[in-house]
């Protein structure tokens, strides 16, 4: 035993709770609202960060394997990007026009992705993935796009998974195809031939639920092919794996490169901020449409993302994760194993996903995370979870000996 296990009761999380309930609509809303979409023991408000920790408002702390769902990448609260966005708010931060900062930070974005010639900025992902369709249509002067299924591209009326209060023709310009069956793209771009401004796609199938498929280079290299064949743009969706995988690009590897590519979540390592970057073909269809908000051109997200980026690759950073992730799929698999109940972590290790074998209604995953969390592990039943650079080898262990006991917590269950 590592510690005392947390008691299940958070009387300071229900009050709130509670106080939510009355004031803010089902009590919570989006990606966030832990109540049944989550096990149990996961609180719904938090009070602070520091590194790899996470504490609840009851003061419990957590090794928090979600990242704030993914904006963490090197630690909370990390110095070098704290001093940087100190140092900005010094001087201001949304101003009535934006600051040298917006210069240097498309500098950096150009020369940090090989394919990037242009960059623009926004708040949030969904943000980046809806004005890289508006330029692919400014650009091409066609309406459709295509997007594997399910794949989340953020929660606006193209891509959210929940159709309440979505116009079916809002859908109307959408082809869909299977991610990683050249086939099922093929005849997507048949189907749509002539009138296809983009192909978007994320750099893995990472949807909820399911294991993660990792891309078959073949598929990503014929999507490239269909893509320029069409005359659509390519676009990456890295608004996940930003920073996690490759920072030139998820597909530099495989020698795969988009037309556009959406950034957000890490890279201000928690500061609000999301990018489009382009090649030159489309400058000019990024000059034509209108995209804005209030808050996109503030200075102080684009500072905290210029030192993210340079931090993150002066430390290499997905290698970083890279090894702790590895240590810790082994580690969790090796317990499943010798507990009975086989685990497998899917995905890059830097994201990985959990799932138990023959456990179709995730009867086994919800009893082990709820498990986790009550002994100070914060891991998720169906979404994949995120590692950043705070996750040190010594971090990963402790967490290792708390998972350890998760798995006695659940063995009476009957699984
Ligand atoms: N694209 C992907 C791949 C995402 O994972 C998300 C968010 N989970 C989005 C887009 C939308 O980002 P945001 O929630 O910041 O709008």
């Keep these: 035993m590592t510690d005392p296990i947390r008691p299940q009761a958070l009387p300071n999380d229900q009050a709130l709770r509670d106080r939510a309930a009355v004031v803010i609509p089902g009590g919570m809303y989006g990606h966030m609202k832990t109540e049944k979409a989550l096990p149990p023991s996961w609180p719904q408000f938090w009070s602070r960060s520091e590194g790899a920790y996470g504490w609840d408002v009851d003061d419990n702390r957590y090794i928090d394997f979600m990242c704030a769902w993914g904006p963490m990448v090197l630690g909370y609260r990390n110095p070098v990007v704290e001093s940087a966005a100190a140092k900005q708010a010094e001087s201001g931060d949304t101003i009535s026009g934006p600051s040298a900062r917006m210069v240097e930070l498309a500098e950096l974005m150009v020369e940090t992705a090989p394919h990037a010639d242009w960059a623009m900025f926004g708040k949030n992902g969904n943000d980046a993935t809806a004005a890289a369709i508006r330029i692919a249509r400014s650009a091409t002067g066609k309406a459709k796009f295509l997007k594997a299924t399910p794949a989340y591209h953020g929660a606006n009326d193209w891509f959210t998974p929940v159709l ?33 401004a983009a192909i978007i796609l994320t750099p893995f199938q990472h949807d909820s639920f399911i294991p993660q498929e990792l891309v078959d280079p073949e598929f990503a290299r014929r999507a490239r092919e269909l893509a320029t064949a069409q005359g659509a743009a390519l676009i990456l969706d890295e608004v996940r794996t930003g920073l996690r995988l490759d920072i030139r690009g998820a597909w530099e590897s495989i020698g ?7 950034y957000s979540k890490a890279i201000a390592n928690g500061y609000p901020i999301a990018v489009v970057v382009g090649a030159d073909s489309l400058r000019e269809g990024a000059t034509q449409v209108y995209v804005t908000g209030s808050f996109w051109y503030s200075a102080v997200p684009m500072a905290a993302a210029m030192a993210t980026i340079r931090h993150a690759t002066e430390i290499d950073a997905p290698s970083v994760m890279e090894a702790s992730g590895a240590r810790f799929k082994e580690g969790l698999e090796a317990q499943g194993a010798a507990a009975g109940l086989p685990l497998s972590i899917t995905g890059p290790v830097q994201m990985p996903h959990l799932s138990f074998a023959d456990d179709p209604e995730l009867k086994k995953v919800f009893a082990f995370t709820d498990a986790a969390v009550r002994r100070g592990v914060l891991l998720h039943p169906w979404h994949n979870m995120f590692l950043s650079t705070a996750h040190t080898p010594g971090i990963i262990d402790e967490a290792l000996g708390r998972t350890q006991d998760a798995f006695a917590d659940i063995a009476d269950l009957g699984f």
């Design 164 to 196: 309440s209060g979505v116009p079916a023709d809002e859908r109307s310009n959408i082809g869909y195809f299977d991610y990683n069956s050249i086939a099922s793209l093929e005849a997507a771009v048949a189907e749509h031939s002539g009138d296809i």
């Design 256 to 262: 795969v490169r988009p037309d556009m590519t959406a």
